[in-house]
């Protein structure tokens, strides 16, 4: 089959190669390598830092979609479960000709040089959907996995849930523990259906040198429910996100949460925007983030009310642990409709001393009760978790402890 | 002796909140500190937790024998010494039951072969706390009164300390929680013969406990000292001011 209909997507790439994003630091995309140059396998090294950000390549009964760099090395078990349909992206664009309105509708392809090298440079990704009014049981698993130094990995990813169909994705991304520099550009379009629940969780275990630079965009239809939990608990060079999500249909809703401890250099802007488009319709984000060593963290979030009876409300809690960590939050609401409810609360302080002298009066050290106090701060309790999940992000958390991270051993 | 406090001087902010007290605590012993608001109870029960804040500017504080002066809070926990707080802070997203398990030395998330893992469940239900509910509940978050207090125990009870020190176990809780602190306290006595400091407005809370000795605060210093047989009628019928005053008196 022709790929002519991507032709007016390559030449609108083209012309964006250059285009900056709107916030962050600007990267040089020629610094990296587009094809893999290692034997993508699966060992007991992958499987394991695979795990760590939540997906278990051995749990035969989920579906689950694996790639490492450009290779998809998994794609399993989707055709036996009922109403679920998985596989690569490229594959489903052979497929259906019909996806190919779901593909560059949800974000621009020249947003920026990130989307365009997505488009010019694709490397796979997933497309998953959910059949009307199925409901599907167990997480759908997703792991990006970046196996190559040097390696720059742009995904294309689509996630459908159609008509009164719910689902749970659980995406992993990271890196292998022998690769040091790395990018991942992941696009990823999502569409939650008329009365349809989606669930997306994302999980992200970086290296001290991977850029990363996420371009995701969900449109929510009537009484749909999107949800997305973003978890960040390793240092990474340099982040940056911003999703969006377009509440387009009637009392459509999504909210956000994102957990993230920032430690070492990590530079990490992320943040999100909510578009009350339709009557009816509510937003919320809500974001964690403690902040240690030389981390410089921003929060972004924006809600935009734009119809009657539009709800939304954000909020960030930051805690900082070292004089040379920052936290910088910008909450903005947009009100553009006399009927719209928009609400902030942000506060950023350091660990409170009250809390750490109580657990040190128990016999408690001060750098285990430090770890605790950050535990409990980030403590997901996240809604539409999945209590596996819930269990893993925490044991994520618990290392926190355990490797003495956010306690005075680390340099501030 | 158990505690020995010599001529003791504490500051806060530069300020001095306690001028010189002198007190011993013999193994085994329990004493009430009474006085008025402001006279330095909480200033002495902080200062003996170890809080930074209170700064010892002189005298000492020898606990089972070794100075204590520049121990931190959490070593003098672990040589024994545990606070009741008069208000302590809720946190979420920490668990009660963890924090009891903490308390008894036992970590709730990577617990070691033979660790007691029913510790939290067993603290709980001696201060009548239903065990199962309040080990999974954020520490002290949505507590009243008196739960609070209790949650205090069932923590202090987890450290088998030598010394306790509780700080006003009785304000702000209602007769059934009076009841169940004062019994568990003294149960806990008679089965672990722990010394006590029981810092205190009341008479009804050291009814369940009956110290060997009652000591008086007042600005500072250690106003009265006698038998809880004596003193505790005088404070009832005429208050602090006048049995200081006097006391002076007669001295």
């Not at chain 1, 999107?226 to 240092?235: D, M």
Request: aromatic letters at 6%; proline letters at 4%; charged letters at 25%.
């Amino acid at each position: 089959m022709s790929d002519n209909w991507r032709e007016k997507f390559r030449m609108q790439a083209l012309q964006a190669v250059t285009k900056r994003a709107t916030y962050g630091n600007d990267i040089d995309l020629s610094d990296f390598i587009y094809s893999g140059n290692v034997m993508p396998s699966m060992d007991d090294g992958t499987k394991r830092r695979t795990l760590e950000v939540g997906v278990d390549v051995s749990d035969i009964k989920s579906g689950t979609y694996f790639q490492m760099d450009h290779a998809v090395i998994l794609s399993q078990l989707a055709s036996k479960i009922k109403g679920l349909e998985l596989m690569p992206t490229d594959v489903a664009l052979q497929r259906y000709e019909w996806l190919r309105e779901y593909y560059w509708k949800a974000l621009s392809v020249s947003q920026d040089k990130y989307t365009a090298v997505a488009e010019l440079k694709q490397t796979k990704g997933y497309y998953i959907r959910s059949a009307p009014h199925e409901k599907i049981d167990r997480p759908v698993q997703a792991c990006l996995y970046i196996g190559s130094e040097g390696m720059l990995q742009a995904p294309h990813n689509i996630i459908i849930a159609e008509e009164g169909s719910e689902m749970n994705v659980i995406t992993g991304c990271t890196v292998d523990a022998k690769t040091k520099k790395a990018a991942h550009v992941g696009v990823s379009e999502f569409y939650v259906k008329k009365g349809a629940t989606l669930v997306f969780t994302m999980i992200h275990s970086w290296s001290d040198e991977a850029y990363v630079r996420p371009r995701t965009s969900v449109i929510v239809e009537e009484g749909g429910t999107f949800i997305s939990n973003y978890v960040l608990i390793k240092p990474v060079k340099d982040i940056q996100s911003y999703p969006t999500a377009y509440l387009a249909g009637r009392g459509a809703t999504a909210k956000f949460n994102t957990i993230m401890y920032a430690s070492k250099d990590s530079i990490i802007d992320l943040g999100n925007k909510i578009l009350c488009m339709a009557e009816g319709t509510t937003g919320e984000s809500v974001f964690k983030v403690v902040a240690t060593g030389n981390s410089k963290v921003y929060n972004r979030g924006q809600i935009v009310g734009q119809n009657r009876f539009t709800k939304g409300h954000l909020e960030c809690r930051g805690m900082i642990l070292c004089p040379t960590a920052s936290i910088t939050a910008i909450p903005e609401l947009i009100a553009e409709h006399s009927d719209t409810e928009l609400s902030h609360e942000a506060a950023i302080g350091k660990l409170q001393e009250e809390q750490l002298h109580y657990l040190m009066s128990r016999g408690i050290s001060p750098d285990q009760a430090i770890g605790i106090l950050v535990k409990g701060f980030l403590d997901p309790g996240l809604p539409g978790l999945p209590e596996r999940l819930q269990a893993e992000i925490r044991g994520r958390l618990s290392m926190l402890d355990r490797s003495g991270t956010g306690s005075k051993k680390e340099p501030c | 002796m158990l505690l020995e406090i010599e001529r003791l001087h504490v500051s806060v902010e530069g300020k001095e909140l306690i001028k010189g007290v002198d007190l011993k605590i013999d193994y085994g012993e329990i004493v009430a500190v009474m006085g008025h608001n402001a006279s330095g109870k909480t200033t002495l029960a902080l200062t003996l937790a170890g809080f930074p804040q209170y700064k010892v500017t002189s005298g000492s504080i020898k606990f089972n024998g070794q100075e204590i002066t520049h121990k931190t809070i959490d070593e003098r926990a672990t040589m024994g010494l545990a606070l009741a707080f008069q208000s302590p802070p809720s946190i979420r997203g920490i668990r009660l039951g963890h924090v009891i398990s903490l308390a008894g030395g036992v970590n709730p998330w990577s617990p070691k072969p033979g660790d007691d893992l029913d510790l939290p469940q067993r603290m709980l239900a001696k201060v009548n706390l239903d065990p199962q509910s309040y080990a999974n509940r954020e520490l002290n978050v949505g507590f009243s009164g008196g739960e609070r207090k209790r949650s205090e125990l069932a923590q202090i009870f987890a450290m088998r300390p030598k010394l306790m020190i509780l700080d006003e176990p009785d304000s702000g809780v209602d007769i059934d929680s009076l009841k169940i602190v004062g019994n568990g306290l003294r149960e806990y006595f008679r089965s672990n013969r722990c010394s006590m400091i029981i810092i205190t407005h009341h008479r009804h809370i050291l009814q369940y406990l009956e110290p060997t000795r009652v000591h008086v605060l007042s600005g500072g210093r250690v106003a009265l000292t006698g038998s809880y047989g004596d003193l505790m009628p005088k404070i009832e019928s005429i208050g602090y001011e006048r049995l200081i005053r006097e006391a002076g008196k007669i001295e």
